[in-house]
């Protein structure tokens, strides 16, 4: 993180409200302290995150004292996008990686932290740690900077950027560990609790606002849930669980039999679709 | 998963104090790497539902092993991989058993990868090669193997894979076995274990094989848990090299950075490497409370008694030992780019936290990775290795990179295309640095020009052969001199027939030619001379290396801009004819490229006008200007 501070005019750190992102703030606040973080957070916002997220997204940039850039791609809301009737993959790509896009280009950031891991996902365990993108933000895995040992390779053109990962070598496990160990606030949503739930095609939505509409069928229940991963709330499934503290959720995830991105419909709405969303300039 | 801990705290506690080995598989196409490590998650039973059902799905769909679970498909994460069926690029891969926790680099075996293969090398501490059984130690194995080493390290696991296929036969191992011990001998790794072992069956991969019971070592994965490789980087003399400067505010200036060697302790006295400067460790800063003392692989803000001019690159060291300053080097080099490294040509050098620029003075030996013999040339090719003298635009502090990999190893970035281009790992600094001294005079530049009545610069002309280059810089010259300048010309074809008699036109020769010619350039600029060099110079980077050399303002660069076609179409040396003809290799602009100035001061469209006008325009140019 100090390396892209001291090398990089314009720094960004992509903030997505979820464990990682807070375990990867975390760790910004430890890196440049005393000073504070030389760099603005930026969440892209769908609109369809859970309320409970943007709460905790707010309290945390004024907690710390740091600047937030909330970006929302107006033009995507003027076409009436949404998870339930575009489809996850056109919400997905509008809302998320065109709006991405549109906010790395409004700012002329040329580096930007992200949160991802390499255990999560197949395309992304071949990331690399300082990974190069054009200046059209796509990625090319066959193209990219050999890393060796720490000494990362941040040339770039004006146009071009960098993505960050400085949480690439962290597993799951290590994440909560990590949490538990410093104490980092974590949005409550992660907790059991009981949620107003409604099962749809095999995975548990909750009906965060009336904006999403019932089909036939289909009733709301309260169910003992959490969630393994955050993400826009109609999109995102809730797993049964009764673990409502951090030592819950450990114990919990050495029983688990399921990765954490089950719960994202966005992976498997095509084959290899992480990889296509990559290359596209989604994180 | 494992069993729900019954303690968690203390299930904790054993996890941090688990080590951690990071390795890396590496093998030849084919030899089944993938397959081991997807052997090595499902055993251990790490893998998810959700995967296992996905690799059931998969392996139905492009498996190799007729319906049985393709190991090699959960690990393979790109499309084009799955579909060709190697590894293309690093995987990282994290497994824990009870005693330890694991990285795994999966690197491919093909051989256009080899870079690949040292970048998940330069992260690791062990490796696993592995060898089909039924082909043994082929030439790839040896690459590889020698490649391992020459990133430091320091043990390695020979791993005979697909012993099933020869029947689990004991003599075909011994065999490959003392194949790989004899070429491995002069490697010197400080560990070697060979193990028989199938990845798609599992035998001596997590348990001892009931199929090979004359072998009677530890499975891979037991050995794997138990090996020391600690490098003891702690009790090294102590290196941090400085990262970033935080200074939030007037009262507080620390360094930030992560300790690569040794350690630090409050009170105790650091020197900057390069300025020899010494001061006290007054913090330890940390965001959860300072510290008294620190170590190697912590990341740490450092505040030193004293006000000391301390920038990023810098080095905080032990004033016992402190690391060597030098800016020439001998080294290792392993190349990884598609166009060949050039002698000569500047690239930009990264070590720990400095980037500067510099080029490589001289092509010692190629490394012949099969047998390890040394081979002449003057360029590296990818994937070639390479033993290089370095030659940086300024001092920085090292160690060699067999004591320290953070304080040796080195990048090497292409200054246009901002790519990895190599990488290279210090030897020893050359003693020459240090002893030639620049010679002070007293009658300098100034003076010189200043008795001409003329600002000194060099024209440089680029263009194509036949584009008009010789023909306006003569006429420029003369016009200069009638009007009582003192110059000189440097023209292409007349130095190659003296001081660049000994260089042929192969990319490597012309970037000499350049630099030869620039260096001349610039000690007639000293001199106090208008230099007007007309050469085709087909290159930007060895243009901007003579534009690096001479002083603000003093590199003027004119581009002849003459379309091929009527360059052709002239041909007054009638050497076109023969380049199209094949008489004459490696002609710009037929079979060796010619890239166009970005930036040049001046450009001239010789279809516009005659050449008169133009040597008109470059006098008037200068005059504008107060050169002449």
Known sequence: ???????????????????????????????????????????????????????????????????????????????????????????????????????????????????????????RAKERIFSFRTATHAWDPKNQRPELWRVYNTRINRGESIRVFPLSNWTELDIWQYIMAESIPIVPLYFAKKRPIVERDGALIMVDDDRMKLKPGEKVEERMVRFRTLGCYPLTGAIESSAASLEDIVTEMFTARTSERQGRLIDTDERASMEKKKKEGYF | MNAPPKDLNKFLADQEKKTLLRFLTCGSVDDGKSTLIGRLLYDSKLLFDDHIQALERDSRKHGTTGGDIDFALLVDGLEAEREQGITIDVAYRFFATD??????????????????????????????????????????????????????????????????????????????????????????????????????????????????????????????????????????????????????????RGFAGTIVGGRVKKGETVTVAKSGRNSKVARIVTADGDLEAASAGEAVTVVLTDEVDISRGDVLSAPGSRPEVSDQFAAHLLWMAEEEMLPGRPYLIKLATTTASGAITSLKHKTDVNTLEHLAGRTLHLNEVGYINLSLSQPIAFDPYTDNRDMGGFIVIDRYTNATVGAGMIDFGLRRATNVHWQALDVNKDVRAAQKGQKPAVLWFTGLSGSGKSTIANLVEGKLHSNGRHTYLLDGDNVRHGLNRDLGFTDADRVENIRRVAEAAKLFVDAGLIVLVSFISPFRSERRLARELMGPGEFIEIFVDTPIEECMKRDPKGLYIKAKAGEIRNFTGIDSPYEEPENAELTIKTMEAEPAVHATNVVSWLEERGYV
């Open chain 2, 99 to 252: 005693k330890r926790k694991f990285i795994v680099a999966d690197t491919p075996g093909h051989e256009q990868y080899t870079r690949n293969m040292a970048t998940g090398a330069s992260n690791s501490d062990l490796a696993v090669i592995l060898v089909d059984a039924r082909k043994g130690v082929l030439t790839q194995t040896r690459r590889h193997a020698y490649i391992v080493s020459l990133l430091g390290i320091r043990h390695v696991v020979l791993a005979v894979n697909k012993i099933d296929l020869v029947d689990f036969s004991e003599p075909v191992f011994d065999l490959i076995s003392k194949e790989f011990s004899v070429f491995a001998e002069r490697l010197g790794f400080a560990s070697q274990v060979h193990i028989p072992i199938s990845a798609r069956f599992g035998d001596n991969v997590i348990a001892r094989s009931e199929k090979t019971p004359w072998y009677q070592g530890p499975p891979l994965l037991d050995y794997l848990e138990t090996i020391n490789v600690d490098s003891a980087l702690a009790s090294k003399p102590f290196r941090m090299p400085v990262q970033w400067v935080n200074r939030p505010n007037l009262d507080f």
């Open chain 1, 1 to 123: 993180m100090r390396e892209v501070a001291a090398e990089f005019a314009h720094p960004v750190m992509l903030y997505s409200i979820g464990k990682d992102s807070s375990v990867m703030l975390h760790l910004a606040m430890k890196a440049f302290f005393p000073a504070k973080p030389p760099f603005p957070l930026l969440h892209v916002d769908t609109t369809w995150k859970f309320r409970e997220m943007i709460a905790f997204r707010d309290a945390t940039a004024k907690r710390l004292g740091l600047d937030l850039l909330v970006h929302v791609n107006e033009d995507g809301l003027r076409r009436g996008i949404n998870p339930f009737d575009s489809g996850s993959s056109l919400h997905t790509q509008v809302m998320k990686t065109e709006a991405l896009k549109q906010a790395l280009d409004k700012y002329g950031f040329d580096a930007a932290f992200g949160g991802a891991r390499r255990d999560e996902e197949k395309s």
